[in-house]
Structure formats: structure tokens, C-alpha cells
């Protein structure tokens, strides 16, 4: 009796199971004219716990939800109400939901890289957490047969040390994992083990197939990090002054009664302005310019609550108070010059868009824009400046640290040629140095032609 229940479709509680809805799915499409359009596609529904259990599982995954999210009684009343067949799995079913569709997922994206024509650039981060806990993120940057970008990251992962070969066994074995052996250029931060992990990876990457030209372009350095380097090299002149800005800014953040006196200061002055100062993260410059900038627009707002508040902290007391004129007019002088870097790394930073081809531009135009102010009137701006360029020329004037590459990916834009490269490398280059490093890019470009005109061609 109970089996026959069970499959009787006319029984009441077998019903709302079987039964058909008309329902509408929200699809956007590009009309003729390049507008975006939202229309609604009608489609059928009908009651499935499989289906149902999938989309909760993908929920719990994309909103980062706890797994015990699905035995909290808010949850359950929400399906009692709207759907009221669903029966809501315990935390450790949807565990194992969650690592089914892991493991498919995984499998999908296998497949997919094992049916892949083009060449994946890696890109690796190593740190420590507070607990001296290392991880390793590794991610691969590649186009499909339809030349889409894609960005994934394929290992996160701990690891015992930074030491060079450490790492690069770490990201052999990740890539043997995936199948992935179609490498062309490994990204990595400019600290001396990283050097060591990509002489470990040529000699492996080497025996695999796919190597372009005995892997001699693998190594490519992270450039957002020199900048980094380079900058923060210049703002050795000012810490004083922004270790000021920083503890004020902290000071004001530091509880809801002391940001309430601050909204007080600048609403005595009639300021409608409702973006707030933020705390930047000491070790990135960019959040600092971010920092600086914000705070600047309140600088009166600062000045006045210095003299209506006793501004008593740790911070403020080390650093001999709150910041003055002096301090302000030493960020007014710079944070210009720092915009130009922040635009620059922020352009560099994207991942939804090809950054590869603008590279040399954008890494030659700081050093031309650095030269100027090399012996500028102003002392503390043309100190600042010579620290960069010191920086800068550490690791760009020497050709032989160059990668090949970054120019190559110039020439194959469509709106450069050849000789656009070569008056970028005659402009930043000596006569001696421009002329071996244009000798290379065409040697490289030659080889890199017949490389690939005697591979498959179709593959990017």
C-alpha cells in the first residue's frame, strides 16, 4: 500500500509535486541598435528536491553561508511558506552537496583544459598569516576557442616555507593535478625565492609539451609590485607626516562618538559632503593615496576638532600630535604625483581585460613623467622623486632584465607597429642599450613566427 501511494499521481500530496507552472525567466539580450534589453522568456516549472538541493548548495557556496545555515529556523519557515514539499537537508547533507558540485565542477573545468588550444599565463601569490601559517594562491589567466579572458583561481593551498623550490614544486604539482602543461609566462613578486621557483618550473615545464622556445620567457615580474616598491621608496621623505594623517584618521574611526564630533566639525562648516575618511592598510600605498585623499578634503574639519577635542590616543602621543600645516601642504605637494601611479597600477590590475599590450607604455610613460621633477624648486618633491627613479632604474634600466615579451605583446596590437617599439626603446634607452634591446625584440619576434607557423594554427 505504501509503494502504490507513492506512485499514485491523482493522491493529494503527489499533486502539487506533478503539477506544471507557468512561469517567466528574466533573460537580457543586445538589440540591433547596442541597447540592452531585459525580456521575459515564459518557461515550465514543476517541483524537484534533486534540482532544488543543487541551487541551495550553489547558494551556500556564492554567498559564503555557514553550513548551518539550512537548519536555521528562519530558513525553514521560508520553506514551509514558499515551498512547502522542500525538505531541507541537515548541515552535513548539504556538506556533501556542496562537494559534489565541487567535484563536478573541477572535473568540468579538467576537461576543459585538456581540450585546450591556447597557452595559460600563471600568476602566483604567496604570504603568511598571523599564526605563520604560508598559503600560495595560484591563478591562470587564459583565452578559449572563442578568444574570451578568463581568470581562475585553480590552487589555494598552504605551504611549509617560501624557498624557492618549495613554491615551485607547489605549482608543478597543481598543474600536473589539472593537466595543465601549456605554460607561457609565470608571473611572480620580485623576492629573491622567486627566482629560484621559476628556474625549478623552466627545467620542468621544459620536458612537458607545449614549451614555447625552451620556456626562456616564463619569468615575468610582477609589475603592480615594483611599482609598489618603487613608490614606496619615495614616501620614506613624508611617513612622517602621513603616520600623522593615519593616526588622526584612526583616532576619528576609532568609535561612533568620535566620528559623530567629527560629522559635527565639518556641519559647522556647511560642508554637504557625505563620503567619510578611511583607514588605509599601512603595507598597501595604494590605500594610503585612497587614505590621503579623503582626508584632505576635511582638512579644516581636522583643524577644528584638534581645538574643540582633546585629542588624547597612543598613536597621536608617539607621533608628537595631530597633523599641522606643514603636513597638509607636504600632501597637497605629492598626492598629484601619487595619482599618477594609482591610475597606472589600477589598470594593471584588471582581470576582465587584456593589460598585456600596455605594459611598456605605461611603465615608460612614470619614467618620463619622473624625470621632470628630478630637479624640481621644490626640495621635499624632488627628493621624493630621485628615491623612485633609483627604484625605478634597479629594475628597468637593465635590458637584460627585461622581459621580451611585454614588447612583443605591443607589436601584436593592431594600433602599433615595429617601429612605434623601437622610438619607446631609443627614448628610454642609451644608443648601446637600445640598439641590443631592439635586436632582440625583432630576433625574438622572428623566432616566435616560426614557433608558432610550425605549430598547429589555430592555437593562440
Not at 611585454?406 to 602599433?416: E, G, S, T, V, Y
Request: charged share 25%.
Amino acid at each position: 500500500m505504501k509503494r502504490y501511494i507513492a506512485r499514485c499521481k491523482k493522491a493529494l500530496f503527489n499533486l502539487e509535486k506533478t503539477r506544471t507552472i507557468l512561469d517567466f525567466e528574466s533573460k537580457t539580450k543586445c538589440n540591433a541598435d547596442g541597447t540592452i534589453e531585459t525580456v521575459n522568456i515564459p518557461k515550465l516549472w514543476h517541483f524537484d528536491q534533486e534540482n532544488i538541493r543543487v541551487a541551495l548548495a550553489k547558494m551556500v557556496i556564492v554567498n559564503e553561508l555557514q553550513f548551518s545555515f539550512v537548519e536555521r529556523e528562519g530558513f525553514r519557515m521560508f520553506c514551509k511558506v514558499d515551498i512547502h514539499d522542500f525538505i531541507p537537508p541537515s548541515h552535513n547533507t548539504i556538506i556533501r552537496d556542496c562537494y559534489a558540485l565541487f567535484i563536478e565542477k573541477r572535473n568540468m573545468l579538467k576537461n576543459f583544459f585538456k581540450n585546450l588550444s591556447s597557452r595559460a599565463c600563471l600568476t602566483t601569490n604567496t604570504w603568511t598569516y598571523g599564526q605563520n601559517l604560508s598559503y600560495m594562491c595560484l591563478t591562470a589567466h587564459f583565452i578559449d576557442d572563442t578568444w574570451k579572458l578568463h581568470k581562475m583561481i585553480i590552487n589555494f593551498c598552504p605551504i611549509v616555507g617560501h624557498s624557492g623550490e618549495l613554491i615551485g614544486r607547489a605549482v608543478e604539482k597543481c598543474l600536473l593535478d589539472w593537466g595543465l602543461k601549456r605554460i607561457l609566462t609565470v608571473t611572480v613578486d620580485n623576492a629573491s625565492s622567486n627566482d629560484l621557483s621559476i628556474k625549478y618550473l623552466k627545467k620542468n615545464v621544459n620536458l612537458w609539451e607545449g614549451s614555447v622556445l625552451d620556456a626562456q620567457f616564463l619569468h615575468m615580474r610582477y609589475v603592480a609590485h615594483i611599482l609598489n616598491l618603487v613608490v614606496k621608496n619615495g614616501l620614506k621623505d613624508v611617513d612622517d607626516s602621513i603616520m600623522k594623517v593615519r593616526a588622526a584618521v584612526k583616532y576619528v574611526r576609532s568609535s561612533p562618538a568620535r566620528l559623530q564630533k567629527f560629522q559635527f566639525c565639518f556641519e559647522e562648516e556647511n560642508i554637504n559632503n557625505k563620503s567619510l575618511v578611511c583607514l588605509d592598510i599601512e603595507t598597501r600605498w595604494n590605500s594610503t593615496y585612497c587614505m590621503l585623499k579623503s582626508a584632505l578634503v576635511f582638512r579644516k574639519e581636522f583643524k577644528n576638532m584638534k581645538t574643540k577635542c582633546v585629542l588624547s590616543t597612543k598613536e597621536l602621543r608617539k607621533i608628537d600630535g595631530h597633523p599641522d600645516d606643514e603636513d597638509w601642504d607636504k600632501i597637497i605637494v605629492f598626492l598629484p604625483f601619487l595619482e599618477i601611479f594609482y591610475e597606472v597600477t589600477l589598470s594593471f590590475s584588471g582581470s576582465r581585460y587584456v593589460t598585456g599590450n600596455n605594459f611598456v607604455e605605461e611603465i615608460f610613460d612614470i619614467g618620463y613623467m619622473i624625470n621632470p621633477y628630478l630637479d624640481d624648486s621644490n626640495v621635499g618633491l624632488k627628493s621624493m622623486s630621485r628615491q623612485m627613479k633609483m627604484k625605478f632604474d634597479k629594475y628597468w634600466a637593465n635590458i637584460n632584465n627585461v622581459n621580451v615579451l611585454m614588447f612583443i605583446a605591443l607589436i601584436l596590437d593592431p594600433r602599433h607597429k615595429l617601429r612605434y617599439v623601437e622610438w619607446i626603446v631609443r627614448r628610454s634607452y642609451d644608443s648601446s642599450s637600445s640598439f641590443k634591446l631592439c635586436q632582440r625584440i625583432k630576433d625574438t619576434l622572428t623566432l616566435l613566427f616560426d614557433f608558432y607557423s610550425s605549430s598547429q594554427p589555430t592555437a593562440p
